[in-house]
């Protein structure tokens, strides 16, 4: 009797104690799944490139790929260029609204010709390096897609009449971490005041700069780094109130909104502030697509700079423009 009493203890006992074990061990592979889990979350191995609100650079957004082979993948990116969720982190998608992929296919040398609708032709200037930039940079990461090749409708992207072909990421250099460079050249119209202070003479220049930033902040770092000696030369002077910072810088339709710094707000000696104001919105209204600017000074909006309304938009005004 005393046996079968140890015999029940026993076999209760090892019963607890392997209940115990599953537990621990549920508990283990549990805790281990987790672990890979939110490990995977955290790890990317693939990005969304995104434009920056301002358009000044193309930026990488961590993306977690479901598919596992190169079409599906492809067809993957594609759809999540068009739908990526920008708005959480503050940056607009690759794929611009009313721009749409047709369709798409396979080269035998690891390339991947895209088709576009007939909006994207309506994208220019910076907008249309930047996109063009996220794209290439974006589904490159894809094992077996080398080059990207653009195509309209059906037909080769031209670019001043002649086709682009196919493009690499390697076409826009890494700068720092994220940011992207695309070297161009352009030329450039800016407005220095005279030796007067009462009036505007124009400056064409040839201006070598980052592609990936938009003609509306290069007008701006323009004006900001004064008159060359050349211009010095003939009768320019700087308009820009010394310290002044260019906070932000964006475009709604064809209003430049321009956000600067308290120290634009001291003017400079002998300068108009009427001067000043149409330094910077003749030298923008320059550029196509751009036909208002608004002021705004450290994200708030000024009433009056010296006699000037200044929380309204203003246009080009050409009568201030020297005719010497």
Request: charged share 25%; net charge negative.
């Amino acid at each position: 009797m005393e046996r079968k009493v140890k015999l029940k203890t026993s076999i209760k006992t090892s019963l607890i104690n392997l209940t115990l074990l599953v537990l621990v061990l549920a508990f283990t592979f549990t805790g281990c799944s987790k672990g890979k889990n939110d490990s995977e979350k955290e790890k990317s191995d693939y990005y969304i490139y995104c434009i920056t609100k301002d358009y000044s650079q193309v930026v990488a957004e961590p993306y977690v790929m479901k598919a596992s082979y190169r079409e599906a993948q492809v067809q993957e990116i594609i759809t999540a260029l068009a739908e990526y969720d920008s708005e959480k982190r503050s940056v607009l998608r690759p794929l611009p609204d009313g721009v749409s992929i047709l369709d798409y296919t396979f080269g035998n040398n690891e390339e991947l010709t895209i088709n576009f609708s007939s909006e994207y032709q309506k994208l220019g200037g910076i907008d249309e390096i930047l996109t063009r930039a996220a794209i290439v940079k974006t589904l490159c990461q894809v094992k077996g897609v080398e080059y990207i090749e653009f195509y309209i409708d059906g037909f080769p992207y031209l670019v001043n009449d002649i086709p682009v072909g196919l493009m690499k990421p390697d076409d826009f250099i890494d700068n720092t971490g994220e940011e992207i460079f695309f070297s161009q050249t352009t030329y450039l119209t800016v407005f220095f005041t005279d030796s007067t202070g009462t009036k505007l003479k124009a400056s064409h220049r040839k201006v070598g700069y980052n592609g990936t930033i938009s003609l509306e902040r290069l007008i701006i770092e323009q004006l900001l780094s004064g008159p060359i000696s050349d211009e010095i030369a003939n009768g320019m002077y700087n308009t820009m109130p010394e310290g002044t910072v260019l906070n932000t810088i964006t475009k709604n339709d064809e209003t430049v909104i321009i956000d600067l710094s308290s120290q634009f707000l001291d003017g400079i000696e002998g300068v108009s502030k009427e001067v000043i104001v149409y330094s910077l919105v003749n030298s923008l209204c320059e550029l196509t697509g751009v036909r208002k600017v608004r002021f705004v000074i450290d994200g708030k909006s000024v009433e009056f700079f010296g006699n000037v309304a200044f929380g309204e938009e203003f246009e080009m005004n050409l009568s201030l423009i020297s005719e010497d």
